[in-house]
C-alpha cells in the first residue's frame, strides 16, 4: 500500500482543489509621495453576507493607532486608552457619536451600523485625528510606505474598486477576478 501523505499533497495542488478566490494586488503612488501610506483599498459591492468583527482602535502617545481602521459594516471597535492621560473618541459623522473620556487601561465600544467614513477626534487633544471606514464586505487592503496592497481570497467576478485617502480624492476603477489567478490594479491620487 502506498503512502497517502504524497497523494493528499498531490490533490491539494492541483487546480481542481485550488482556493475558490483570486487575489487583487497592485500599488498606489500619490502626488505628494508623503501620502501614500494608509491608502484603504476596497471593493464596492461583493454579493453575499459579511461577516462583522471586532476591532481595536487604541490611542498610544496621543495617536490613534493605527491611523486608518476600514471595517466590515456591523462591526464593534474597541477603543483602547494606553496613555497615562484621560481620552476622550467622538466623531461628528454619520452617526454622530461622543463614548465619553475614560482613563489609562480601560477602552469603550462602538458598533458601527451605517456605511461611510468616520473621522475619530479626542476633545481633550485636540490634535489628535483617525478614521474608521465603513464598508459593505471584507475585501479591502490599507496600503503601506511603498504603497503595495493586496486584497486575497477575492471571490471571482468583476467589481468596482476604490483607493480612498484622508488628504486625496478617492479613485475608482474596475477589476475581473478569476479564481486562482492575480488582479493587478494600480491607482495614481491626486488632489
Known amino acids: 500500500?502506498?503512502?497517502?501523505?504524497?497523494?493528499?499533497?498531490?490533490?491539494?495542488?492541483?487546480?481542481?482543489?485550488?482556493?475558490?478566490?483570486?487575489?487583487?494586488?497592485?500599488?498606489?503612488?500619490?502626488?505628494?509621495r508623503k501620502w501614500t501610506k494608509?491608502?484603504?483599498?476596497?471593493?464596492?459591492?461583493?454579493?453575499?453576507?459579511?461577516?462583522?468583527?471586532?476591532r481595536v482602535m487604541d490611542q498610544r502617545k496621543l495617536v490613534f493607532i493605527p491611523h486608518v481602521l476600514p471595517v466590515v459594516v456591523g462591526s464593534k471597535v474597541k477603543f483602547l486608552n494606553s496613555d497615562n492621560v484621560g481620552h476622550n473618541v467622538f466623531s461628528p459623522d454619520q452617526e454622530k457619536y461622543n463614548l465619553g473620556t475614560w482613563p489609562q487601561g480601560q477602552t469603550k465600544t462602538y458598533t458601527f451600523e451605517k456605511l461611510g467614513v468616520y473621522t475619530q477626534l479626542?476633545?481633550?487633544?485636540p490634535e489628535m485625528q483617525a478614521f474608521i471606514l465603513?464598508?459593505?464586505?471584507?475585501?479591502?487592503?490599507?496600503?503601506?510606505k511603498d504603497g503595495a496592497f493586496t486584497i486575497p481570497d477575492v471571490p471571482p467576478g468583476r467589481y468596482s474598486i476604490v483607493a480612498w485617502s484622508e488628504k486625496l480624492r478617492a479613485h475608482e476603477s474596475s477589476v475581473t477576478v478569476t479564481a486562482g489567478a492575480t488582479a493587478t490594479v494600480n491607482f495614481e491620487l491626486r488632489r
Not at 11 to 17: G, R, Y
Open 122 to 125: 479626542c476633545h481633550v487633544h
Open 38 to 54: 494608509d491608502v484603504v483599498v476596497y471593493l464596492k459591492q461583493v454579493p453575499g453576507k459579511h461577516k462583522p468583527e471586532e
Open 134 to 144: 465603513v464598508l459593505q464586505n471584507p475585501y479591502f487592503a490599507v496600503t503601506g
Open 1 to 32: 500500500m502506498k503512502p497517502l501523505l504524497p497523494l493528499l499533497l498531490l490533490a491539494l495542488a492541483s487546480p481542481a482543489h485550488a482556493g475558490k478566490g483570486g487575489k487583487i494586488a497592485g500599488t498606489v503612488s500619490t502626488t505628494p
